[in-house]
Nanobody, 118 residues
Framework: QVQLVESGGGLVQPGASLRLSCVAS????????MAWDRQAPGKQRERVGR????????LYADSVKGRFTISRNNAKNTVYLQMTSLLPEDTGVYYC???????????WGQGTQVTVSS
């Protein structure tokens, strides 16, 4: 019943911006922290960042710090990943997830492809 649907991915040039969206349903969105992960082919999955339930706190991987911003609109059950100054190494499938303290309640969407190439 939990569902997370990512959108907004695409093919862009280095230096471009892109905003990913994730629409959630099937759980109490406003009480759950959310996260974005990404995975490039042949590479380990990486935690891009996370945002607290109320949206007041965020954490980011060093690789994206200063370039990416996670936000949420609890009234719309939506979490966003605003990506700027995109680099080829940002290429990968981006996943939106519901996260918990232990990980037992984690749930991830199907992902959306982001390709940064000239």
């Amino acid at each position: 019943q939990v569902q997370l649907v990512e959108s907004g991915g695409g093919l862009v040039q280095p230096g471009a911006s892109l905003r990913l969206s994730c629409v959630a349903s099937g759980f109490t969105f406003h009480t759950n922290a959310m996260a974005w992960d990404r995975q490039a082919p042949g590479k380990q999955r990486e935690r891009v960042g996370r945002i607290t339930a109320g949206g007041g706190g965020t954490l980011y991987a060093d690789s994206v710090k200063g370039r990416f911003t996670i936000s949420r609109n609890n009234a719309k059950n939506t979490v966003y990943l605003q990506m700027t100054s995109l680099l080829p190494e940002d290429t990968g499938v981006y996943y939106c997830g519901k996260i918990t303290r232990t990980g037992v309640g984690n749930f991830w969407g199907q992902g959306t492809q982001v390709t940064v190439s000239s």
